[in-house]
């Protein structure tokens, strides 16, 4: 086509990268398609080329493909339930473990320091928050991540020696994972409350609601957490934000237990009534289940797949299969997106905090809203936010998890295995819904939404794996 013939006729513009010029041509009326492009690695030369080795090394593609099939392939079962110190390794009687990368003391957040000062004083290491803030603040107490020690903890995740845990089995590779028992939502320890009313219903789990669920556990001969995750995703559950449908089938599964004339039917029905009244507990469940899944695809050798996903409220940091078991890899803690509860607004948030995106590290939570349309009502956005949401999370993963199928997308398995390569090639975050807490300890819940990891974490992570894998 000659020149002449191309500007005298109708013209079809593409524009790609820089909405700039879209805009510039709009206003003359022309249409014009944007295409919102960016360069990889955010056209960084050196995070290009490391990129590019990763991308053209077919062993770190059959190293994702067996990770994958190990997260795939794991069964977590519910074992039982203990105080930390008798089952978690590495627990001692002044261990305080935490949601999220390394933290001091001096720099975490308002609502963990204050669920750390209600720990303290639960355990009878201290009378006041006072004396919890001197005595932490000691170097007497020793702080460490519950990631490091085959756990999770949602929001400040603070696991104490006392505390009674959920002990999830892997069946198929024989590692466990542990967490806490959910307290419901107001004023609760993981928010950083710390009053009377928090430390006599962290008593209450201890001493009345554990010695009860341990006899019903071992009569029920464990609970099956992966196929009952399944069942609930296809009853509208995305078992993070959203545990209805699970919280429901736990007790329906365990009701037979409760009721056996082994078990002291008066202390039975009270925990039967602290169950049904916390539809969230199975999250509780959801996350160990998913640790121990995710652990069993840790260790891969030149795998770029990412193992964990937590933040502390200062820092946001990730995990990669094919590096060190305690190598993380870090950015700035984000602010979350959504809706506030009354009475709030976004000034009253703190930073992203949480184990809890461990789920959808797996592939559930946030990588499943498809399945839960009804999560937009509490995080924001529409129903066509939450399918998109999910179809999109496939760009950036190694694989699908036929046994978490979702069925508005024709029950098409959940995208599974993060890759740290995809992530970056492609500019797409994951994406991660979770409430909101309030900046300073005590306040409890002020919102819910959806937050993304900050690219930082993924460029360390591809950097450190092309200069470690190359090694290899």
Not at 258 to 274: E, G
């Amino acid at each position: 086509m000659s020149e002449q013939n191309l500007f005298g006729s109708k013209l079809h513009i593409l524009n790609v990268g820089t909405p700039l010029f879209q805009k510039e041509i709009a206003r003359q009326q022309v249409p014009c398609l944007h295409v919102d492009w960016k360069p990889a690695a955010g056209g960084d030369p050196v995070l290009i080329d490391a990129l590019d080795r990763l991308l053209e090394d077919p062993e770190v593609d059959e190293a994702n493909r067996i990770a994958a099939e190990k997260i795939k392939n794991a069964h977590p079962v519910l074992v039982d339930i203990d105080q930390a110190i008798r089952v978690i390794p590495g627990m001692t009687a002044k261990t305080i473990l935490h949601a999220g990368p390394p933290v001091a003391y001096k720099d975490m957040c308002g609502p963990m320091r204050g669920a750390i000062m209600g720990a303290l004083m639960y355990e009878g290491l201290a009378a006041t928050p006072e004396e919890a803030d001197a005595l932490a603040a000691s170097g007497e107490i020793t702080f460490s991540p519950c990631h490091e020690h085959h756990a999770v903890g949602p929001m400040a995740g603070i696991i104490s020696p006392s505390m009674p845990v959920h002990v999830v089995k892997n069946v198929t590779d024989g590692n466990c994972s542990y967490a806490t028992v959910n307290e419901g939502l107001g004023k609760v320890l993981r928010f950083g409350a710390n009053s009377p009313e928090v430390l006599d219903r962290l008593r209450y789990i201890q001493n009345e609601f554990m010695p009860v669920l341990k006899q019903v556990i071992a009569l029920a001969g464990g609970v099956d957490l992966k196929n009952l995750i399944a069942q609930a995703l296809n009853m509208g559950d995305e078992c993070h934000n959203r545990n209805k449908a699970a919280t429901a089938l736990l007790i329906r599964d365990l009701l037979p237990c409760f009721l056996d004339d082994s078990i002291d039917q008066a202390a039975a029905k009270k925990a039967l009534a602290f169950m049904r009244g916390n539809e969230h507990y199975f999250l509780n469940l959801s996350m160990p289940a998913c640790k121990s899944m995710l652990e069993a695809a840790h260790g891969v050798p030149k795998s770029t797949v990412v193992t964990v996903m937590a933040r502390n409220g200062v820092e946001f940091g990730i995990k990669v299969s094919g590096m060190p078991a305690d190598m993380w890899f870090t950015g700035p803690a984000q602010m979350v997106e959504g809706l506030m509860f009354p009475g709030f607004d976004e000034t009253d948030a703190a930073p992203d905090l949480g184990d809890s995106a461990i789920t959808e590290t797996t592939g559930i939570g946030g990588f499943a809203m498809a399945a839960a349309p009804s999560i937009v009502q509490f995080v924001g956005g529409s129903v066509s936010d939450a399918l998109a949401y999910s179809t999109q999370m496939y760009d950036i993963t190694t694989s699908e998890n036929p046994s978490y199928s979702l069925p508005p997308l024709d029950f098409r398995g959940a995208a599974t295995g993060i890759d740290i390569r995809k992530v970056l090639a492609s500019g797409i975050l994951p994406v991660i819904n979770t409430g909101m807490a309030h900046k300073e300890a005590g306040v409890g819940q002020v919102g819910a939404g959806i937050v993304h990891p900050p690219v930082l974490c993924f460029e360390k992570a591809v950097a450190a794996c092309a200069e470690a894998y190359e090694k290899a």
